[in-house]
């Protein structure tokens, strides 16, 4: 590594990797431009592989028409329809038989019970743009009701208008994260250096980052098929300003660090690339491993964003140590300004803010770790309070949504699963013996059971639940409707539709949680043992991770419920949040243990933890404050289930950064002592009784 690093920082070569960046970035530009078009926003691209609404959709192809998607157009007038009314309606029916977007007839007007309401079902074809072309079929349908309604209530709802508002609570979501993400980072950069022109290197290395693994993902998108959508998109996004920047700042204090003890800038960079870049490729090695296991989950939106996540670390690794570097090295000492390290400076950390912490723990590092994972377990004691088993169409949102309000109106006058029927695809000559069963299921009105449509051998029904569709009652009958036709013999009968795709989603997230986190767990400790070449320290290491994601859960599960008010938690949420946990709260500990090895090499083990926590402080400290906050922008979108994720992660990373990294594992390394590299010779080496001359530790040995 020490030769490839003099070649990065060489005083000619480092013009070539500049210029090298800047034609990749260039005509990569174009294809990551084209990210947001590859992206897949069906039903299928965020559903669970192999499950069984999943191929209901897929059969009920041959009876609908692929891509068209329902709208429910509901009207109302408390104290009962008008004549007038009712001509409006019939209107409007011919109105939406006529836009070009409705595919196939318009079923309606149907009156409700009691004369109050009537809904219309017209079919929209979404063609292959998915969710965004329901959007403006949407907004027709809705402009084309209010208009000449006096006073009659109108809402667009059902699968095409929930998803359609989807869509409007995800347009801009690239950009949004993007600017939130980037002006996050800015000002930390800001806070950190206090140089009005250092931020801009790393800024623009997470920029040239973000572009190329935009393209990067596109390609694979587009050629390996790849399924992206936007929530791996937007995280995408976050992860590469969050995580790049980390190891902007830990290569930029070595860095600034080496030239205090270096005349040439050159020199000082080829020594500080060399010694930080094992702990920032374990890190970057540590998220992508984590990420990739995500291939293994049952969910497909789950299982995408495993790649996705694990090519925008790549490249961020990749641009943060080759083209940082060599900007640094090629703009000087003087992008520090007003505060230039030179040859000679005193080491500030020696004593700084962070070197009196570790005196203070020094002095009691057994009663001082006790507490401290007394206190996480009690934080963690939250997940009590946590309810991960879905949301509502309702409660996942933070705004109001038209779709939803007319999803209220919906139930209150129909049956509550107007408009999202149970659907059952069956073999054809057991197609009476299946409706019969359907029909006879409670929860299910016997008589919205349709007869059914025989093609090719296979039969197709549709039912309507009495309960709303997202609502407990719906989810039991459809286990009930399952119970019912898998049990007519030779049917080889399926249930999907709306509801059922809920019960199958939540089923498998929780399947994919249990399988999926001790594996991540493993694959970490596995890149832990190989870098710090002990078992000790990684077991360790690993146990505060986990008190410290349990903490975040708990706290945030408290938080939820009573300062935001959220109804509950999405059922992937417990595994997103342990992966970027996990994944990324190890990255400091990974930070300071590399530091701790190296100083207790040269000083002893005591020594090198305190002098590794003074080093290291201030910028892991600063990289999980940059990290937190790129995974706070999250909540400027109006999606529950981000905000939720994004908070979660950015509680937990601040408690990795100052509690667990700083107190916790600082006070075990300090208790447990030399048996930490066990069973490395570095654990049978004994400590020194004096400093050595060049310590830059915030204590004297002998003192101790």
């Known amino acids: 590594m020490a030769r490839v690093a003099g070649w990065i920082t060489h005083r000619y070569v480092k013009y070539v990797v500049i210029a090298l960046w800047l034609v990749v970035t260039a005509l990569l530009a174009p294809l990551a431009g084209k990210l947001t078009s590859a992206q897949e926003n069906d039903a299928e691209s965020w559903l669970p592989r192999g499950a069984e609404s999943t191929e209901v959709i897929a059969a009920a192809r041959a009876f609908v028409p692929e891509n068209v998607v329902p709208a429910v157009v509901v009207y109302e007038r408390t104290g009962g329809l008008t004549p007038g009314d009712l001509e409006t309606v019939a209107a409007d029916v011919a109105a939406f038989g006529a836009l070009g977007t409705v595919a196939g007839e318009v079923v309606g007007p149907v009156p409700s019970a009691d004369g109050e309401a009537v809904q219309v079902v017209v079919p929209l074809d979404a063609g292959s743009d998915g969710w965004d072309a329901l959007a403006p079929a949407v907004e027709d349908l809705r402009a ?35 600017y939130a993400a980037a002006g996050v980072v800015v000002v930390m950069l800001l806070l950190t250096y206090r140089s009005p022109v250092l931020w801009l290197l790393p800024v623009v290395s997470a920029g040239v980052a973000l572009t190329v693994s935009q393209a990067v993902v596109y390609v694979l998108a587009d050629r390996l098929d790849l399924t992206v959508n936007a929530q791996s998109a937007g995280i995408l996004t976050v992860l590469v300003f969050g995580a790049g920047t980390d190891y902007a700042l830990l290569l930029v204090a070595r860095y600034r660090e080496e030239l205090r003890k270096h005349g040439d800038r050159h020199a000082a960079m080829a020594v500080a690339l060399h010694r930080a870049s094992p702990a920032i490729v374990a890190s970057a090695a540590t998220v992508a491993a984590g990420m990739l296991v995500l291939l293994l989950a049952t969910m497909s939106s789950t299982a995408g964003l495993g790649p996705v996540a694990a090519v925008g670390i790549g490249v ?26 030179h040859l000679g400076d005193d080491e500030p950390t020696a004593h700084g803010f962070w070197a009196r912490v570790g005196a203070q723990v020094a002095r009691h590092p057994r009663r001082t770790w006790v507490a401290t994972a007394a206190v996480l377990v009690v934080a963690g004691l939250g997940w009590t309070q946590l309810d991960a088993t879905g949301l509502s169409s309702e409660d996942s949102s933070r705004t109001t949504q038209p779709s939803i309000e007319g999803e209220k ?27 019969d069963a359907f029909a006879a299921v409670e929860g299910i009105d016997a008589g919205t059971v349709t007869e059914p449509v025989v093609l090719d051998g296979t039969a197709y029904l549709e039912g309507t639940l009495e309960a709303a569709p997202d609502s407990a009652q719906a989810e039991a009958t459809v286990d009930r409707v399952r119970d019912a036709v ?6 080889d009968a399926l249930v999907g539709g709306v509801t059922a795709t809920s019960v199958d989603v939540q089923r498998a997230s929780a399947d994919d949680n249990v399988l999926l986190i001790p594996i991540i767990l493993l694959v970490v400790l596995l890149v832990l043992v190989l870098l710090l070449r002990a078992l000790v320290a990684p077991l360790v290491l690993m146990g505060t991770v986990v008190l410290s994601f349990g903490a975040a859960v708990g706290i945030s599960a408290i938080v939820f419920r009573y300062a935001f008010g959220f109804e509950g938690a999405d059922a992937s949420f417990p595994l997103y949040t342990f992966v970027f946990l996990v994944a990324l709260g190890i990255d400091y500990n990974i930070f300071l243990m590399t530091r701790v090895r190296e100083e207790a090499v040269r000083q002893g083990h005591r020594r090198g933890s305190l ?3 003074a080093a290291t402080g201030g910028v892991i400290t600063s990289a999980g404050l940059v ?58 080496r004994p400590e ?15 003192a101790r």
């Not at 209150?412 to 057991?430: E, L, N, Q």
């Not at 898998?486 to 049917?491: C, D, K, L, N």
């Not at 999250?634 to 509680?651: C, Y």
């Open 688 to 702: 020194p009784t004096e400093a050595p001359a060049d310590s830059t530790s915030p204590e004297p040995v002998a």
């Open 316 to 341: 961020a690794l990749l641009v943060m140590l080759t083209l940082l570097p060599a900007l640094l090295v090629t703009v000087g000492r003087w992008v520090f300004w007003p505060r230039v390290p």
């Open 144 to 178: 084309t009701a209010e208009e000449g309604a006096d006073g009659l209530g109108t809402w667009v709802t059902g699968p095409a208008g929930q998803a359609a508002d989807s869509a409007a609570a995800f347009e801009g979501i690239d950009s949004t994260l993007l």
């Open 409 to 435: 109106v919906l139930a209150a006058h129909f049956d509550g699963g107007a408009g999202t029927p149970v659907v059952v695809v069956a073999d054809a000559d057991a197609a009476t013996a299946v409706r």
């Open 611 to 613: 002098v590794g926590l």
């Open 486 to 491: 898998h049990a007519v013999p030779g049917a």
């Open 627 to 684: 990290l937190a906050g790129t995974f706070a922008a999250l909540g400027t979108l109006p999606v529950v289930s981000f905000a939720e994720i994004g908070f979660a992660v950015a509680l937990g990373v601040l408690l990795d950064t100052l509690v667990v990294r700083s107190i916790l594992v600082t006070a075990l390394n300090l208790d447990v002592g030399p048996r930490m590299w066990w069973p490395s010779a570095l654990a049978r």
